[in-house]
T-cell receptor, first 110, second 115 residues
């Protein structure tokens, strides 16, 4: 089955850019998502990209997809303390059911 | 627009006891999902409903877990009997339909602790 890998922690200074990386195994994955989870809350969809796209930008968020290397990244520009959360990469194929990574804890310090 | 509601928010039980979780999806959403999120891991799909029919329950441990969505709106997830390894957050999500671009909206989850 699909396997999605992420690094567990990322620490950045406020105002810097954050880059969270994700790799997946199933080359037939069609939809690739980034979710945010704050403490005690459910997951919130931040953005998604189709497999036929290389990049998607949405305000401070930039998603890059390298389909050849099966690598997805999420860049957050001008990271703020409110961005501190766990970020999940998820990928889905024809069934549209996402397989989630273990999540990356983003810690933003002043 | 009201979000996905779940109750209870927290539950502590002893192993071999039974427990039930309730979910009320966003009004008009045809698709409802139950996920299990073990501490330190991403959510894993347990079951997916489209209206009141089951679309996918391949990851549901059917010897102890059951779920229903009788009228195509609210849903309950039951565990009977619970095991220690069932300790997790149970997340309910709903979406308008079941396409890849149909955003899943998640509830806050029910944190289950099995002692």
């Amino acid at each position: 089955g699909e396997d999605v890998e992420q690094s567990l922690f990322l620490s950045v200074r406020e105002g810097d850019s954050s880059v969270i990386n994700c790799t997946y195994t199933d080359s037939s994955s069609t939809y690739l998502y980034w979710y945010k989870q704050e403490p005690g809350a459910g997951l919130q969809l931040l953005t998604y990209i189709f497999s036929n796209m290389d990049m998607k930008q949405d305000q401070r968020l930039t998603v890059l997809l390298n389909k050849k290397d099966k690598h997805l990244s999420l860049r957050i520009a001008d990271t703020q303390t409110g961005d501190s959360a766990i970020y999940f990469c998820a990928v889905a194929g024809g069934s549209y059911i996402p397989t989630f990574g273990r999540g990356t804890s983003l810690i933003v310090h002043p | 627009e009201a979000g996905v509601a779940q109750s209870p928010r927290y539950k502590i039980i002893e192993k071999r006891q039974s427990v039930a979780f309730w979910c009320n999806p966003i009004s008009g959403h045809a698709t409802l999902y139950w996920y299990q999120q073990i501490l330190g891991q991403g959510p894993k799909l347990l079951i997916q409903f489209q209206n009141n029919g089951v679309v996918d329950d391949s990851q549901l441990p059917k010897d102890r877990f059951s779920a229903e969505r009788l009228k195509g709106v609210d849903s309950t997830l039951k565990i009977q009997p619970a095991k220690l390894e069932d300790s997790a957050v149970y997340l309910c999500a709903s979406s308008l339909d079941m396409g890849g671009t149909d955003t899943q909206y998640f509830g806050p989850g029910t944190r289950l602790t099995v002692l």
